[in-house]
């Protein structure tokens, strides 16, 4: 089964870690150069930690920091809320760098923005603005399986979210 993500940010790679499932995986930014940071700390969530933590192996402590408290300045130097809370915040270039770590690179294609898709009997093909295409052929060995798979599939992932993981198959 092949995979093309288009979309080379955090949702992007954390979903080419399908790769360890067996699944051959490209992902496809449209950005020339690798991405930067465009803000501030962000709010790092279990689910985003898991695969860093328990699959790459990297201590938690070392790509985010821990908060205990919870507070609400005001102009007073009070505190409108003040209450224990416990979190963990990362920067957005460190969960980036990371998760780029663990995606071979020959599989994360710079330069490539999605233009359109198309499919026929034959396979599916997804074309890019720089002309270059990615064509994966329908897989017939697996019309015959008894699970009715329709053979290989294409994952989309676009950064519109009612497109997100639409299965062109
Ligand atoms: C460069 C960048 C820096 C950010 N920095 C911060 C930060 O410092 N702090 C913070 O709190 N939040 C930040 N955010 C916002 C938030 O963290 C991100 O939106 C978060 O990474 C969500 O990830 P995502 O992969 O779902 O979507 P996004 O991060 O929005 O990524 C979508 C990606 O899809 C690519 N793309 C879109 N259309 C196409 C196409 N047709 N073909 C190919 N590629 C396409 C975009 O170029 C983009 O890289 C940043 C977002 C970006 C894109």
């Known amino acids: ?4 993500i288009i979309g080379g940010s955090l949702g992007g790679l954390t979903a080419a870690l ?3 499932l067996g699944i051959s995986v490209d992902v496809y930014e449209r950005s020339p150069l690798e991405l930067v940071q ?3 700390g962000i709010g790092f969530l279990p689910g985003s930690q898991r695969y860093l933590v328990e699959g790459a192996g990297i201590s938690l402590d070392a790509i985010s920091v821990a908060t205990s408290r919870l507070r609400y300045p005001t102009h007073d130097a009070g505190f409108a809320y003040d209450g224990p809370h416990q979190y963990r ?3 957005w270039a460190t969960v980036y760098r990371e998760l780029l770590t663990c995606v071979p ?3 994360y294609h710079l ?5 359109g898709r198309g499919e026929n009997s034959t396979g599916i093909t997804v074309r890019f603005t720089n002309g270059a295409a990615k064509r994966a ?3 017939t060995t697996r019309n015959s399986t008894k699970t009715g798979h329709r053979g290989i599939r294409v994952a989309i992932r676009i950064a519109r979210p009612e497109l997100i993981n639409a299965k062109l198959m």
Request: proline share 0%.
């Open 111 to 115: 330069g490539h923005e999605m233009a």
């Open 38 to 40: 465009r803000g501030a």
């Open 18 to 20: 399908l790769r360890d």
């Open 105 to 107: 690179l020959d599989t």
């Open 1 to 4: 089964m092949q995979a093309a």
């Open 89 to 91: 915040f990362s920067s």
């Open 137 to 139: 052929a329908r897989d």
